[in-house]
């Protein structure tokens, strides 16, 4: 990473549907994000942790403001069960945004 990118914090998270419906895809993230961390400079996740209240399992990342979150979930779709992801804004200023893989409709 050069001097002077811009880094930006990003979750990941997989709902607890998915999760109950394929167990061993929380184990395949963490496998593929590591990778990713090789290859794309600037991406590191700092933690990951089961939030109790949702039943969520979250990947906090940093990320090059410029990379595309959308790239790195269509190459997870390539990898894992079928899932649909949908970007969630929060609510309060400091939060960062979240993307949320789920069970797909078309199931």
């Not at 607890?16 to 895809?25: C, L, M």
């Not at 993230?29 to 991406?43: H, R, T």
């Not at 949908?86 to 609510?91: C, V």
Request: aromatic share 12%; proline share 8%.
């Amino acid at each position: 990473m050069l001097p002077g990118d811009d880094i930006a914090l990003a979750e990941i998270r997989i709902s607890y549907r998915y999760r109950q419906e394929h167990p061993w895809v929380v184990t395949a993230v963490n496998g593929f994000l590591s990778a990713y961390f090789m290859e794309q400079p600037g991406f590191r996740v700092q933690r990951h942790f089961d939030e109790l209240e949702s039943g969520m399992h979250v990947w906090l990342c940093e990320v090059p403001s410029a990379m595309k979150m959308t790239t790195l979930l269509r190459r997870l779709q390539a990898d894992l069960p079928p899932f649909r992801f949908s970007r969630i804004e929060a609510e309060t200023t400091p939060h960062p945004p979240s993307y949320v893989i789920d069970v797909s409709d078309r199931e």
